[in-house]
């Protein structure tokens, strides 16, 4: 079982830059495969960006390719999300999720994953 602690959020200006970070609990956080997913108010929860157990495999839903980037550091149990050239439609809760079902990026993006955050609120100004 792993414990997520999401952390990074706030409000900034449109083209602004925020680094969403999700510490893990647990000695195996190299076995699970990590994501980052977001709810907008009214809307479902949908998929971000995911990262495979070594960190060299990763993923993004098409809206955010480009924009932000997923990456991982192993020793430190922390998985971040760097969010660039920030949007007002990126305004939402966004979660971390972890799942050792799975150890690529693709398949993380696939699946309803076993374990999430609290979440951690980022809004966009125009």
């Known amino acids: 079982q792993v414990q997520l602690v999401e952390s990074g959020g706030g409000l900034v200006q449109a083209g602004g830059s925020l680094r969403l970070s999700c510490a893990a609990s647990?000695?195996?956080?190299?076995?699970?495969?990590m994501g980052w997913f977001r709810q907008a108010p009214g809307k479902e929860r949908e998929f971000v960006a995911a990262?495979?157990?070594?960190?060299?495999?990763?993923y993004y839903a098409d809206s955010v390719k480009g924009r932000l980037t997923i990456s991982r550091d192993n020793a430190k149990n922390t998985v971040y999300l760097q969010m660039n050239s920030l949007k007002p439609e990126d305004t939402a809760a966004y979660y971390c999720?972890?799942?050792?079902?799975?150890?690529?990026?693709?398949?993380?993006?696939?699946?309803?994953?076993?374990?999430w955050g609290q979440g951690t609120q980022v809004t966009v100004s125009s």
């Open positions: 990262i495979g157990w070594s960190g060299s495999n990763t």
């Open positions: 647990g000695r195996t956080f190299s076995m699970y495969a």
């Open positions: 999720a972890a799942d050792s079902r799975v150890s690529t990026a693709q398949a993380m993006g696939s699946i309803s994953p076993r374990y």
